[in-house]
Structure formats: C-alpha cells, structure tokens
C-alpha cells in the first residue's frame, strides 16, 4: 500500500481512509453473517461457489486472450515481447488481464483446498456457504478493479477482504474438526 502510484505519487490519507472503510465494510459483513444459524449445507451447496469461482478465472482467462492477441493483431504489443516478458514490454493495461488471471491462481487455491475438504468432511454449513459467497465476490470484485482501471489502494482493500473472508473459512473449519 506504501508503494507509490502508477503516476509516482504515494497514497493520500483519504485514498488510506477509503482503504479503511472497504475493509471495515467487509469485516461487518463478515460480521452479520455470523448471525446465520448453524444449518449444514450440502456438497451441491458448496459446489456452486467453486463453479462461480472457476467461471470468473475462466472469463479473465478469455480476456488474457483477446487482450494479448488482440494488442498483437492490431500491433499494440510485439511477440518479442511474449519470448522474454522483457523486451518491447506493451502498455500497461494489457497485461493487466494476464495478471488477474494470475492472481487467480494464487490465494484462491486455498479457497478450492478448504471447500474440497468440507465436502469430504461433511463438515459445510449455511455461515461457510455464506462466506464462501463473500470471497468468490470479492475476487471478481478484485478482478474487475485490476482489469478496468487498476487502483491499487481499492485493489489492495477488496484483496484484504478476500483473505480475512478466507482466513476465518480456514478457522471455522479447522475448529470444527
């Protein structure tokens, strides 16, 4: 977060404040989800979040492709540069696809390991299913920030989010055991 700005700029006390607030908005949440009861779900309940979550990492997949492709089609990006990842980088923006998409292959892993083991441990209810909701949110919300104009303070706060949501799956179901 204490990284400069695209434009060489360092975060404002406001843009720290917003951060802030997104993240304290996604604790409450997380928060007024805990009310729920404790009624088990099932393993086609929590099938469907894992659905979701592929069909976001296969949309950004798509863009990577169209957005790579695309650049270099139209001479906006040269295939030296996809030998090397170095030389005759492109603008910005277009690898911005490719680089969600490897978000999407980091932390969510986590996400599909913790789902696949409350399926196999019949240990699933409505709060986790909840939550499970919450985190496939706000990776697509962290997604689209990434992809349409990459605010790093705001795509720093939704990532936030995304991790406690998953940290406290991790917890409920580590302590259910």
Not at 4 to 31: C, H, K, T, W
Not at 55 to 83: C, D, E, H, Q
Not at 99 to 125: C, E, G, K, W
Request: net charge neutral; with cysteine; glycine share 4%.
């Amino acid at each position: 977060m204490a990284e400069f700005q695209a434009d060489g700029r360092r975060p404002s006390g406001n843009e720290y404040l917003a951060v802030f607030a997104i993240i304290m908005a996604g604790v409450v949440a997380i928060a007024a989800l805990s009310t729920r009861p404790a009624i088990p779900a099932g393993p086609a309940d929590i099938v469907s979040p894992m659905i979701a979550m592929f069909a976001l990492t296969a949309v950004v997949w798509l863009l990577m492709v169209i957005a790579r492709n695309g650049a270099v089609l139209l001479g906006g990006a040269s295939l030296k540069y996809f030998r090397d990842y170095e030389t005759e980088p492109p603008s910005e923006w277009i690898e911005r696809p490719a680089r969600a998409f490897n978000n999407l292959m980091q932390v969510p892993t986590l996400f599909y390991v913790v789902m696949l083991m409350m399926i196999s441990f019949h240990n699933a209810d409505a709060l986790q299913l909840s939550l499970a909701w919450m985190y496939v949110a706000s990776r697509a919300v962290h997604a689209a920030i990434y992809i349409l104009f990459n605010y790093v303070p705001f795509r720093f706060a939704v990532y936030a989010v995304s991790c406690i949501t998953l940290a406290i799956m991790w917890a409920r179901f580590a302590l259910s055991l």
